[in-house]
């Protein structure tokens, strides 16, 4: 039985993703220009990723401007997830799936590991020490 079709992004789709939070709306070819500067994509394979994309709603597209008093060809792609939303739902799937939905699980696997740099560290627990009154009313409204 096939497995259904994830809503995630792949790495591929990210890497288009990253193009597109980085410089706005842009067309197939401006799209393609500016991953070949990382390494070399065929556009035909840009534009299926983007038709996959498009039915997971990862990205959206609108026919591109007419340039002086022609036709417009094409469309301009722009990403239809913040890169804030992509990162919170991949995370929360890696939480779920390796670390049994404990995030405390995940940090202190990064922490162990030594993932995280010494300035890294100091920031976490500053954010620690700045959500501490949050959670504790979070804790108390639900007792």
């Known amino acids: 039985?096939?497995?259904?079709?994830?809503?995630?992004?792949?790495?591929?789709?990210?890497?288009?993703?990253?193009?597109?939070?980085?410089?706005?709306?842009?067309a197939l070819s401006k799209l393609c220009e500016a991953m070949r500067r990382e390494r070399d994509v065929a556009t035909t394979t840009v534009a299926t990723m983007l038709r996959v994309m498009l039915d997971k709603r990862l990205?959206?597209?609108k026919p591109a401007a007419p340039i002086r008093s022609?036709?417009?060809?094409?469309h301009q792609w722009s990403a239809a997830v913040t890169q804030s939303a992509a990162a919170h739902s991949m995370v929360g799937k890696l939480v779920d799936g390796i670390f049994d939905g404990s995030a405390q699980r995940l940090v202190a696997h990064l922490v162990e590991a030594g993932q995280l740099s010494a300035k890294e560290l100091t920031e976490l627990r500053d954010l620690i020490d700045t959500n501490k009154p949050s959670r504790k009313a979070a804790k108390a409204c639900k007792d």
Do not use: C
Not at 4 to 25: K, N
């Open 1 to 26: 039985m096939a497995r259904p079709p994830s809503t995630h992004p792949t790495d591929g789709e990210l890497e288009i993703l990253r193009v597109l939070w980085d410089r706005g709306p842009l």
């Open 70 to 74: 022609r036709r417009a060809t094409g």
């Open 59 to 61: 990205v959206k597209r």
